[in-house]
C-alpha cells in the first residue's frame, strides 16, 4: 500500500489524459505531490469510433474537460494548497468554471469535514507562455453534423423517467444513457423500449487505499462529473443534446444555523446547468445542447407527472442507499428510512392513491409513528433540510397539509400528527399545493420544446 500523508502533501496534479478510439476507454491521470499515479478509466460503449478531423478535435476538448471536472474526486482526498495542470494550460472562463465547481460542489464536504474552501482552491490560468486554451473554439466545430437526438441521463428514479416520457410524447429520438453498473438502473432504462448507451467508470484502486490512511471523504458533485462523460459520449455517438432531469428546487440548499446554505445538490442546480451549457457551446462544439428538462418544475409538478404513469412502479427506485459505492444496499428497492424514501412518498402521496403507493414502498412510511423526525427535517421543522436530494421545506409542508384535509390520509400516525401538533405553526404561504404547481421561466430548455412540454404538464 502507498503511504500517504495527507499533512505533507503540498500539490494536487492533473499530470494527463488520453482516450483510444479503438477501445473507446478514456484514461484520467492525477497525482499528489511527487507520488504515484491515480489512474481513473471510463469506458464508452461503440468502439472503434471512426472520427473525422473535426469531431476528434471536439472528443479531444470533451476529454480535457472531463479530466478537469472528475479529479474532484481525488484533489478532496488532501484539498492540498496548490493545483498544477501539466501540459496544456487553461483559459479564464474553464479556470472560473472548476472554481465553482469545486467550491460549491464540494460544500457539504468541507462543512462535514470543518474545513473551508472558498477562496483557497487556485485553478492556475495558462501555462509557461500564459493561456494556451482559447476561449472561442474554432470555427470548424460550429457545424458537426450530429442527429436531431437527445442523450438523456437516466438515474431509475421517477425525475429522469417523467422526463424520458415527456420527450417520448413530444416527439424527440432519444438514446437513455447513464455511467455505472446499477441492475436497478439498467433495468429501469430497459423498460422504456428505447435504445441504451452505458458508461461504466472505474476510479483510481490507489484512492481507496488512501481512504484507509485517512484520506478526506465526503460527498462530490457527481452530477457535474456525469455531465461532462455524457457530454464526451454524446460527441462519440452523434448526439445533439444531453438531458438531465433535475428539477427546480435543487438550486436550494439545507440552511445550516451559524453556516448558512450548504447544498448537497449544488451540481444539479440551475446555476452549475447554465454555465456549463454556456461552457460547452464555447469551449467544446457550439451545437452540442446541455438542459435539464424539469428546470422550471417543483418536486411536486414532477411527482404528479409521475403518478400519471403507471409502467414503471415496480422498476424505479429513488432511494440512494442502492447506489452506494460501499455499505449495506436495501433488501427491497426502498429502505423506507432514508430522507429520499421519506420525501418521494411524502411527494407522490397527494397525486396517487393509496394503495398504489403503499403497494409500491411496501408500507405506509406516514403510518409509521418512530419516523417522525425524518419527516420533521423534510418539512423543516426543529430541524434543517437533509443533505440529500429531497424538495425545498415548502414543498414538504405543502404535501403534508393537503394529506391533513384528505380522507384517505388524515387518520395516519404523522399526518394525525402533523395537524394537531404542527399545521397552525406554519404560515399560510405553506398551506397550498397549486403555487407550487406553477413552472417558473428559469430553464435552458430549447424554445421548441418549452411550449409542448408545458402543455403536456398541465394536461
Given amino acids: 500500500m502507498t503511504e500517504f500523508d495527507r499533512a505533507s502533501i503540498q500539490v494536487f496534479r492533473f499530470t494527463e489524459c488520453g482516450f483510444d478510439a479503438a477501445t473507446g476507454e478514456a484514461r484520467l491521470a492525477y497525482a499528489f ?108 466545430l460550429k457545424a458537426l453534423p450530429q442527429e436531431t437526438r437527445a442523450l438523456v441521463a437516466i438515474g431509475g428514479g421517477k425525475d429522469s423517467l417523467v422526463s424520458i416520457e415527456a420527450l417520448r410524447a413530444l416527439g424527440v429520438g432519444q438514446t437513455v444513457a447513464w455511467v455505472g453498473s446499477s441492475p436497478l438502473i439498467k433495468a429501469c432504462a430497459e423498460r422504456t423500449g428505447l435504445p441504451t448507451l452505458n458508461v461504466t467508470r472505474a476510479l483510481s484502486p490507489l484512492l481507496f487505499d488512501y481512504n484507509k490512511q485517512g484520506a478526506l471523504n465526503g460527498h462530490i458533485p457527481v452530477t457535474a ?44 442546480g440551475w446555476d452549475f446547468e447554465r454555465d456549463f451549457a454556456a461552457y460547452l457551446r464555447t469551449h467544446v462544439a457550439a451545437g452540442l445542447s446541455y438542459y435539464s428538462l424539469l428546470r422550471p418544475f417543483s418536486e411536486l409538478a414532477v411527482a404528479r407527472q409521475f403518478a400519471r404513469l403507471d409502467r414503471y412502479d415496480q422498476h424505479f427506485s429513488s432511494c440512494n442507499r442502492n447506489f452506494h459505492l460501499l455499505g449495506e444496499r436495501p433488501a427491497q428497492r426502498w429502505c423506507g428510512v432514508c430522507p429520499k424514501c421519506h420525501f418521494v412518498f411524502l411527494a407522490l402521496a397527494p397525486f396517487m392513491p393509496k394503495p398504489r403507493l403503499v403497494a409500491i414502498f411496501g408500507r405506509n ?37 393537503a394529506l391533513a384535509d384528505s380522507p384517505a390520509w388524515r387518520e395516519d400516525a404523522l399526518v394525525k ?36 412540454l408545458r402543455a403536456h404538464f398541465g394536461a
Fill in 417 to 452: 400528527r402533523y395537524a394537531s401538533e404542527i399545521r397552525s405553526q406554519l404560515e399560510a404561504a405553506d398551506r397550498g399545493l397549486a403555487p407550487l404547481l406553477e413552472p417558473s421561466d428559469d430553464h435552458g430548455i430549447p424554445s421548441r420544446l418549452w411550449g409542448p
Fill in 365 to 401: 412510511l406516514l403510518d409509521e409513528a418512530d419516523q417522525a423526525p425524518g419527516f420533521d427535517a423534510l418539512l423543516e421543522y426543529r430541524d434543517h433540510k437533509p443533505f440529500e436530494c429531497v424538495g425545498e421545506g415548502k414543498e414538504s409542508r405543502a404535501a403534508m397539509d
Fill in 33 to 140: 505531490d511527487d507520488g504515484p499515479a491515480l489512474v481513473e478509466t471510463v469506458r464508452f460503449p461503440g468502439a472503434p469510433f471512426a472520427l473525422d478531423a473535426a469531431r476528434a478535435d471536439a472528443v479531444q476538448r470533451a476529454l480535457r474537460l472531463l479530466h478537469l471536472v472528475a479529479g474532484v474526486s481525488y484533489y478532496k482526498a488532501a484539498v492540498p494548497p496548490r493545483i498544477v495542470i501539466e501540459g496544456e494550460g487553461i483559459d479564464a472562463a474553464t479556470a472560473a468554471l472548476l472554481t465553482s465547481i469545486y467550491e460549491n460542489g464540494l460544500g457539504e464536504f468541507a462543512y462535514r469535514n470543518g474545513l473551508t474552501l472558498r477562496g483557497k482552491i487556485p485553478f492556475p490560468v495558462g501555462g509557461p507562455s500564459g493561456p494556451t486554451l482559447s476561449a472561442a473554439i474554432p470555427s470548424g
Fill in 225 to 268: 462529473v456525469n455531465s461532462a462523460i455524457l457530454a464526451m459520449a454524446a460527441l462519440l455517438s452523434g448526439h445533439d443534446q444531453v438531458v438531465f432531469s433535475n428539477e427546480r428546487s435543487a438550486s436550494y440548499g439545507s440552511l445550516i444555523p451559524g453556516t448558512g446554505e450548504v447544498n448537497h445538490q449544488w451540481s444539479k
